[in-house]
């Protein structure tokens, strides 16, 4: 297991040093933070930094670095590396920056901050895209967690309005427009902190168990360093996509402005924004290693993965619970699906109704204010959540699209990182180069993906397998990446000859 062991080692150094380098790059200071200066007691409220650490590793993490991980394992233990070094290099650099300009715009959405640095038609471009991202989200989020307890009462013995999903639904609803409406210290600060320890006990109760007990063998990286994917999905760049916030994703952008309002110090940020991520990094790593190791290989080929995986995420996730910690496990598992979930989709809506705030101009110190747009973006959420509940709204196809949009945000506030970099004249390399890479995986993606252009553009043999058309999606990917790069370089330039 010595390859776990060294991507665990050099994560945490990661966070100490290049994580150190990236919070140098920026330059915090002791200027008066929006949480200080704006105070209204709703959404900017100073926290103590271990909660404000709690409550974003929570709001950015979910089912995230568990699920994903564990998808991302198909490939096999190469997926380690991806993990590792796309924490280290892109996610928690994208956390850290989508916060901390966010901080040094009075907590401002992201939707905000990208139209500041990359011009007014992105910014359109990215409220639209946020809030609608947003919704959907939320409202995935509480389908699921409905749809898990109603198992869960069925399989106790519940009946009647216990096992009704419409019911469950509703509940949990009502507890969004709540969490959504009310100052973000009464409920995600007080029970987020304890809901987050779950998740890094669930973590460590995992890697705990696969290494006390002897059936179970974390694979080496350099044993398998090609795919092990059972249906041949190549690894670039579907594994990239694929392990999402185990790695970088867009939405946390969406949610680090939240803590960027409860900060008290800019100097939190380091252990705030990058530490959050590392931690999901860590998580993310312990979920992987339980997809290639608790499962049997036939072949060279995770089937047993995929086999598991195909039963569904709650199923999988209780599954490598009760295999690695017995019936502890088996109850932490229960909390995680149903919690995660729930704690993602409430942050979620949070976030629309900030970036509809801060799109309009409408203050939210008020609750005639925070009503006119809570109403609203419950109302959709609710309208799409009931209405797939009751069988007339199908948005699975849709949903799908999620994977790659996620990404192309973070390529997106990865560039508009590089610009406030530029304009303070820093070091714009270290955002840049991950936004460049960001965007040969999204558009190459795009190209590949069945819910994309892989529809037209990729072959299937006579047993119904995809042929990926790899020879036209690998150079237009690559292409793509050095004309944003060019674009870029370009326009700091033009701004250069300009002062």
Same mark, same amino acid.
């Given at each position: 297991?010595?390859?776990?062991?060294?991507?665990?080692?050099?994560?945490?150094?990661?966070?100490?040093?290049?994580?150190?380098?990236?919070?140098?790059?920026?330059?915090?200071?002791?200027?008066?933070?929006?949480?200080?200066?704006?105070?209204?007691?709703?959404?900017?409220?100073?926290?103590?930094?271990?909660?404000?650490?709690?409550?974003?590793?929570?709001?950015?993490?979910?089912?995230?670095?568990?699920?994903?991980?564990?998808?991302?394992?198909?490939?096999?233990?190469?997926?380690?590396?991806?993990?590792?070094?796309?924490?280290?290099?892109?996610?928690g650099v994208h956390d850290y920056f989508s916060g901390?300009?966010?901080?040094?715009?009075?907590?401002?959405?992201?939707?905000?901050?990208?139209?500041?640095?990359?011009?007014?038609?992105?910014?359109?471009?990215?409220?639209?895209?946020?809030?609608?991202?947003?919704?959907?989200?939320?409202?995935?989020?509480?389908?699921?967690?409905?749809?898990?307890?109603?198992?869960?009462?069925?399989?106790?013995?519940?009946?009647?309005?216990?096992?009704?999903?419409?019911?469950?639904?509703?509940?949990?609803?009502?507890?969004?427009?709540?969490?959504?409406?009310?100052?973000?210290?009464?409920?995600?600060?007080?029970?987020?902190?304890?809901?987050?320890?779950?998740?890094?006990?669930?973590?460590?109760?995992?890697?705990?168990?696969?290494?006390?007990?002897?059936?179970?063998?974390?694979?080496?990286?350099?044993?398998?360093?090609?795919?092990?994917?059972?249906?041949?999905?190549?690894?670039?760049?579907?594994?990239?996509?694929?392990?999402?916030?185990?790695?970088?994703?867009?939405?946390?952008?969406?949610?680090?402005?939240?803590?960027?309002?409860?900060?008290?110090?800019?100097?939190?940020?380091?252990?705030?924004?990058?530490?959050?991520?590392?931690?999901?990094?860590?998580?993310?790593?312990?979920?992987?290693?339980?997809?290639?190791?608790?499962?049997?290989?036939?072949?060279?080929?995770?089937?047993?993965?995929?086999?598991?995986?195909?039963?569904?995420?709650?199923?999988?996730?209780?599954?490598?619970?009760?295999?690695?910690?017995?019936?502890?496990?088996?109850?932490?598992?229960?909390v995680g699906v149903v919690v995660c979930p729930i704690?993602?989709?409430?942050?979620?809506?949070?976030?629309?109704?900030?970036?509809?705030?801060?799109?309009?101009?409408?203050?939210?110190?008020?609750?005639?204010?925070?009503?006119?747009?809570?109403?609203?973006?419950?109302?959709?959420?609710?309208?799409?959540?009931?209405?797939?509940?009751l069988g007339f709204i199908n948005y699975t196809v849709?949903?799908?699209?999620?994977?790659?949009?996620?990404?192309?945000?973070?390529?997106?506030?990865?560039?508009? =990182?590089?610009?406030?970099?530029?304009?303070?004249?820093?070091?714009?390399?270290?955002?840049?180069?991950?936004?460049?890479?960001?965007?040969?995986?999204?558009?190459?993606?795009?190209?590949?993906?069945?819910?994309?252009?892989?529809?037209?553009?990729?072959?299937?043999?006579?047993?119904?397998?995809?042929?990926?058309?790899? =020879?036209?999606?690998?150079?237009?990917?690559?292409?793509?990446?050095?004309?944003?790069?060019?674009?870029?370089?370009?326009?700091?330039?033009? =701004?250069?000859?300009?002062?």
């Amino acid at each position: 297991m010595i390859s776990f062991l060294l991507c665990l080692a050099i994560l945490i150094v990661g966070y100490f040093v290049y994580g150190k380098i990236v919070d140098n790059t920026f330059g915090p200071d002791d200027r008066e933070t929006p949480a200080v200066r704006i105070n209204d007691g709703v959404d900017y409220v100073v926290m103590p930094q271990w909660k404000l650490f709690l409550v974003q590793l929570l709001n950015i993490a979910g089912l995230g670095p568990i699920f994903g991980a564990m998808q991302g394992a198909l490939w096999g233990p190469v997926v380690f590396l991806w993990i590792t070094f796309g924490t280290i290099f892109a996610g928690g650099v994208h956390d850290y920056f989508s916060g901390m300009m966010s901080e040094r715009n009075d907590g401002a959405s992201i939707a905000e901050i990208t139209g500041k640095y990359l011009g007014p038609v992105m910014q359109n471009v990215m409220r639209v895209f946020s809030v609608v991202l947003l919704i959907m989200v939320g409202t995935v989020f509480a389908v699921g967690p409905a749809g898990l307890i109603v198992e869960l009462c069925s399989q106790s013995g519940a009946s009647g309005v216990l096992t009704s999903l419409l019911f469950w639904l509703i509940i949990i609803l009502v507890y969004y427009f709540i969490a959504t409406f009310i100052s973000i210290d009464a409920v995600i600060g007080k029970i987020y902190p304890i809901f987050g320890i779950c998740l890094i006990i669930m973590a460590i109760g995992v890697i705990f168990g696969i290494f006390t007990n002897p059936a179970y063998t974390i694979p080496e990286i350099w044993d398998h360093f090609g795919s092990m994917h059972p249906s041949g999905t190549p690894i670039w760049s579907f594994m990239f996509i694929t392990v999402a916030c185990g790695a970088i994703s867009g939405f946390h952008s969406t949610q680090s402005p939240l803590m960027a309002r409860c900060m008290k110090s800019e100097k939190q940020g380091h252990f705030v924004f990058y530490g959050a991520m590392v931690c999901e990094g860590v998580i993310a790593l312990i979920w992987a290693a339980a997809g290639c190791s608790l499962y049997e290989v036939t072949g060279g080929l995770n089937t047993g993965l995929a086999e598991a995986l195909a039963m569904g995420q709650s199923k999988a996730i209780y599954d490598v619970c009760s295999k690695t910690m017995g019936g502890v496990g088996i109850a932490l598992a229960m909390v995680g699906v149903v919690v995660c979930p729930i704690t993602s989709g409430d942050t979620a809506f949070r976030s629309a109704r900030l970036t509809l705030a801060d799109w309009f101009k409408i203050d939210q110190d008020g609750y005639a204010n925070r009503l006119k747009l809570c109403i609203p973006v419950l109302g959709v959420g609710a309208f799409l959540g009931i209405g797939n509940a009751l069988g007339f709204i199908n948005y699975t196809v849709i949903w799908r699209y999620f994977s790659w949009t996620n990404q192309t945000l973070a390529m997106i506030v990865l560039w508009a =990182a590089s610009m406030y970099l530029f304009k303070e004249k820093k070091n714009y390399w270290i955002t840049a180069v991950p936004a460049t890479f960001m965007s040969a995986v999204s558009s190459t993606y795009f190209i590949l993906a069945p819910e994309c252009l892989g529809g037209l553009l990729n072959a299937k043999t006579a047993e119904g397998a995809t042929i990926y058309n790899t =020879a036209v999606a690998y150079p237009i990917g690559i292409i793509f990446a050095i004309a944003m790069l060019a674009v870029f370089l370009h326009a700091t330039k033009k =701004a250069a000859q300009k002062a």
